[in-house]
């Protein structure tokens, strides 16, 4: 039986394949000559006929014009699924990586065992900085399984981005999955033996059953997300985070283990949590003095830990780069316009209020002689009976006719860890599943009386719905009419289930017949959540007038990127924690977001006693730390509690003394402001510390111009921005697309490809969708990699874009393909841009790459697609520089070329190619050897990684293109 290696062209099945490094002697697996990884098959040679092919010459008679080069080149380049780069996956994933992504990526490469703590600020890309380097660990054979460990409600969403974005199929081991995933195992089998990638929820792992059966069996990669929720700060961490803790120190204690931990918040001022972040990475870490050069250079191996300011604009001159020719700029919102509006409670709303403070002062107090468990219990009901208040009328309603959870506490310590999470909005709340669920008042035992008052004050909130008696509504309503006037599609978030519900049903028909309302709230699933905001945009549809208003809960303030569909935030509840505005909004302002100035409305009553002194003590104090340092620092909870307590206590005072003054008296307030001043100063020294911290440990491990050297590799072997636009422009114009600019958006276009040819429509239909290629609905095509549902990037990795190479390319090599083909694999081009008879080659080449890994020698195969031009005869050529060749890609045609002449050229220049083999082959070791050194380049400083790699090419190489450009008769300024 003949046996193929990996990268040699065989012929099976009607058709020419690629060997793939995955084959064995009897079995091929095969890609397709120009198709895709989607097009993979297996072959049994020992069934079905499996020969050596050669790849066939041009034909001199299918000639095309003077773009035919350049759309071949391009083509065949965007098809890459493996190309010739240092990194072994970035060809075949679907996402392009900005340029600073590409850092943690070179860290982890010059590490044996990869341990990296990822603290970028939010809305840079951290998912795609952990999944690139999941990809490429896989992809070289340093890691040959995945377990990613996040909170439950961003398990679909990590899925989702790992399968579309990096062609990894991961299994989701959730409480809701594990029993259909066990039942599906072999006696004795663990689960995470069989699904080689996993989306592990962190909540359901961390108990003791399933936490050894991981640990027993933990892939050799982990990413933890959010890694800041599972680290110990002290001796008042939750119970949850203990758990959390102890399962990454079980994981992060075998060294051979690759582990990433992510996190936009790794210090905030506690230094003992960070401290414990780090040791997970690296042990020494937890001790070490981070105030020495050592330290610090220990550290910088493993932290990278940047803010928006220091990637917005990347490899410049002022990166100490010679030139801006590699300039990436990164469109993040430039700043967020906060705007703070009241309301006054009506006549009868504050007379309900009144009454409540009066009845929770008095269980408060007779709590108090009952012992500590029952002062406890009656203090959390208080708090979640003023803010279900303050929040809405069907929220106080509920809450007022339900038992709180507090109630069943057996101790006063169970009673403070059931009604905290409930009630307040601390930084360390273990997760925001569950958490807007309108908390309970009533606080078991009582007399009947205290159930009747309970009953009445319920029906008289019930009597308030409606924006006649709820002027905190008629307010918002009058604030999302004049942003959605503005053009803007807003979020209003909510703090509790039935405040959202009640909201959204009377925003419903009162914001105009072309405003969409929706609610999302924690009554869904996370995947149930991200098909409301997809139908929420569907139903909107693509009418400039139509406004889209989504009401969420916080399910929705965390981990979900909202940013295509909405650019203005509306916070209807106040947070006790301004870390959850700062969660909120961070959701629309990001990377992807079409405004440059997303706006922030806060609405807050100025006469409920509660939402004033939050917000100037609490969300003031947090913007005006955000906008010093450009990042945010969390509020030191212990002070941050003390305040909130501080105005939960003067206001079941004044319910006391049943005083109807203002509610705003200094002398009253002073332990309100005492308990501010210390916060102040807590709040201060965190971002003092958050200040130095991220001065002291700027990334400094990755150079500039080191990024800049394999950002320049990528794009000569993968291709330029620009070369894909134009790629994309002339093709389907060559197809008979109809495109048209937008105005105003540079780079911008719409495509109607209703009228391209079937072949290309097929192919395009299950990326765009089938209506909108046979309607004739505009498709935009965006310059920016973040676009929204039903538009087109125009970048290499782009599903339709890969679509159009794959026909294009396809197309030029089969020359019975019916109607136009825009690329050609000959051409004579008669043009000024040469003096002489010059010949343009392109040029394929294959790498066999022997690269070392954990698991032994893995071999795979790199391509890459060059352009070779030489003057004169075949025989006797003068091989040009290599910009020298580029330059013909831009060569016009200045006169028309006889088809019979054409041919005849064509076919003496083809019959004369066997001749400049030995100068092929020379350029393909030159192109090894460039590739094994970018390859020691990248991981200069993992010895065992680099010792045993070797590159060779594989010969003959393919010339897939050969195009003859001749001087002009006319000269310069005369006519064609």
């Known amino acids: 039986m003949t046996t193929f290696s990996a990268g040699t062209l065989v012929s099976a099945r009607g058709r020419d394949w690629v060997v793939l490094p995955e084959s064995a002697p009897d079995m091929l697996v095969l890609r397709p000559l120009g198709g895709a990884d989607d ?12 020969k050596s092919a050669e790849f066939a010459a041009p034909t001199p008679s299918d000639l095309g014009d003077a773009y035919a080069a350049s759309l071949l080149r391009s083509a065949l380049r965007i098809g890459f699924r493996s190309g010739a780069g240092p990194f072994r996956s970035l060809a075949g994933i679907a996402v392009e990586p900005r340029a600073y992504q590409l850092v943690p990526l070179l860290m982890a490469l010059r590490q044996r065992i990869v341990r990296m703590l990822i ?4 809305g840079i890309g951290k998912t795609v900085e952990a999944g690139l380097i999941a990809s490429e660990l896989l992809a070289q054979g340093s890691a040959s399984k995945l377990a990613v460990l996040c909170s439950p409600a961003l398990a679909e969403q990590w899925q989702a981005e790992l399968r579309t974005k990096f062609g990894i199929d991961a299994e989701l081991v959730l409480a809701s999955t594990v029993s259909k995933l066990e039942r599906g195992l072999d006696l004795g089998q663990s ?5 080689p990638h996993v989306i592990v929820s962190m909540d359901f792992i961390k108990s003791t059953r399933h936490r050894d059966d991981f640990v027993r069996h933990c892939p050799d990669l982990v990413i933890v997300d959010e890694a800041h929720t599972c680290v110990a700060a002290d001796d008042n961490t939750s119970a949850q985070n203990q758990l959390r803790f102890e399962l990454l120190q079980r994981v992060a204690a075998d060294t051979e283990r690759h582990l990433l931990l992510v996190t936009a918040t790794p210090h905030s001022g506690k230094e003992s949590a960070f401290r414990n972040l780090l040791g997970l990475v690296r042990p020494e870490l937890a001790t070490v003095d981070l105030g020495s050069e050592a330290g610090r250079r220990m550290l910088a191996q493993h932290f990278v830990h940047r803010k928006r300011a220091d990637v917005r604009q990347y490899l410049t001159r002022e990166d100490g780069l010679a030139d801006d020719s590699l300039a990436e700029e990164t469109a993040f919102p430039s700043d967020r316009e906060f705007k ?4 006054k409670l009506s006549k009868d709303y504050r007379a309900l209020l009144n009454d409540a403070i009066a009845y929770a002062s008095e269980r408060v107090t007779a709590a108090d002689s009952r012992g500590r468990r029952e002062a406890r219990i009656a203090w959390w009901s208080a708090i979640a009976l003023l803010r279900s208040l303050v929040s809405s009328p069907r929220a106080a309603a509920q809450t007022l006719r339900t038992r709180s959870a507090t109630a069943t506490a057996v101790t006063a310590e169970e009673a403070d860890r059931l009604g905290a999470p409930l009630t307040s909005d601390f930084s360390d709340t273990d997760a925001l599943e569950g958490l807007d669920v309108a908390p309970g008042a009533e606080a078991g035992g009582v007399e009947v009386d205290a159930g009747v008052r309970l009953a009445e004050l319920a029906d008289r909130a019930a009597e308030l719905e409606g924006p006649a008696e709820d002027k905190k509504l008629a307010a918002l309503v009058k604030h999302l009419k004049d942003l959605l006037k503005q053009g803007y599609h807003p979020i209003v978030f909510c703090r509790y289930i039935p405040t959202a519900e009640y909201v959204a049903e009377h925003l419903e028909g009162a914001l105009g017949k072309k405003t969409v309302v929706r609610a999302v709230t924690g009554t869904l699933s996370p995947q149930q959540r991200l098909q409301r905001i997809e139908e929420l945009a569907e139903a909107a549809g693509d009418d400039p007038a139509a406004r889209r208003v989504l009401v ?7 981990g979900v990127n909202l940013q295509h569909h909405f650019d203005a935030v509306v916070h209807y509840d106040l947070a006790w924690n301004p870390s959850r505005h700062d969660q909120r909004e961070g959701r629309v302002d990001r990377y992807g977001q079409k405004r440059d100035v997303v706006r922030v409305i806060t609405l807050w009553g100025s006469d409920n006693g509660i939402d004033g002194k939050v917000l100037d003590v609490l969300i003031k104090k947090h913007r005006q730390i955000r906008k010093d340092l450009g990042i945010s620092v969390s509020v030191p909870d212990a002070a941050s509690q003390g305040v909130t307590d501080a105005i939960v206590e003067w206001l079941l005072l004044r319910g006391q003394e049943q005083e109807q ?10 332990a309100i402001d005492k308990k501010a001043a210390t916060l102040t100063t807590e709040w201060q020294s965190a971002a003092e510390k958050e200040k130095t911290s991220r001065s002291r440990f700027a990334q400094h491990t990755i150079r500039p111009d080191e990024v ?8 000569d072997t993968l291709g330029r921005a620009a070369e894909i636009r134009d790629f994309v422009r002339q093709s389907l114009r060559a197809l008979d697309g109809v495109l048209r600019d937008e105005p105003g958006r540079t780079g911008d276009f719409t495509a109607d490809v209703s009228g391209t040819p079937a072949g290309l429509r ?24 973040a676009v929204a549902r039903g538009e087109a990037a125009l970048v290499r990795t782009d599903p339709a874009v890969v679509a159009l190479a794959g026909y294009v390319l396809n197309a030029a090599l089969d020359d019975q393909v019916s109607g136009p083909r825009p690329a050609r694999r000959c051409g004579v081009i008669r043009t000024r841009a040469v003096a002489g008879r010059t010949t343009l080659l392109l040029v394929r080449y294959r790498f066999h790459i022997t690269l070392p890994s954990r698991t032994g020698m893995r071999q795979l195969v790199a391509e890459d697609a060059r352009l070779l031009a030489f003057a004169g005869a075949p025989s006797n050529a003068i091989w040009l520089p290599t910009q020298d060749a580029l330059k013909l890609l831009d060569a016009t045609a200045d006169e028309n070329t006889d088809p019979d002449f054409g041919e005849r050229t064509m076919s003496r220049i083809l019959d004369g190619l066997p001749e400049v083999t030995d100068h092929l082959e020379a350029y393909g070791e030159e192109l090894a050897a460039d590739l094994l050194a970018s390859h020691r380049r990248v991981r200069s400083a993992a010895g065992e990684i680099v010792r045993g790699l070797t590159v060779t090419a594989q010969k003959p190489a393919d010339i897939l293109g050969a195009y003859v450009y001749l001087p002009a008769s006319t000269p310069a300024g005369g006519n064609a």
Do not use: K, M
Not at 119 to 122: A, E, H, L, P, Y
Not at 191 to 195: A, E, K, T
Not at 661 to 670: H, Q, V
């Open 340 to 343: 703070d509006e009241t309301y």
């Open 661 to 670: 003054g203002s509610l705003f008296d200094a002398e009253e307030y002073r």
């Open 762 to 785: 097929d192919a395009l239909a299950p990326v765009l969708g089938g209506d909108a290629v046979e309607s004739g609905r505009p498709v935009p095509f965006r310059a920016t990699a």
């Open 708 to 715: 800049a050297q394999e950002v320049a590799a990528i794009r």
């Open 191 to 195: 689960l995470f033996d069989r699904h």
């Open 552 to 558: 969420a809960t916080d399910c929705l303030s965390e």
């Open 119 to 122: 603290s970028d600020d939010v």
């Open 39 to 50: 097009d993979i098959a297996a072959v049994f040679p020992a069934f079905e006929q499996v």
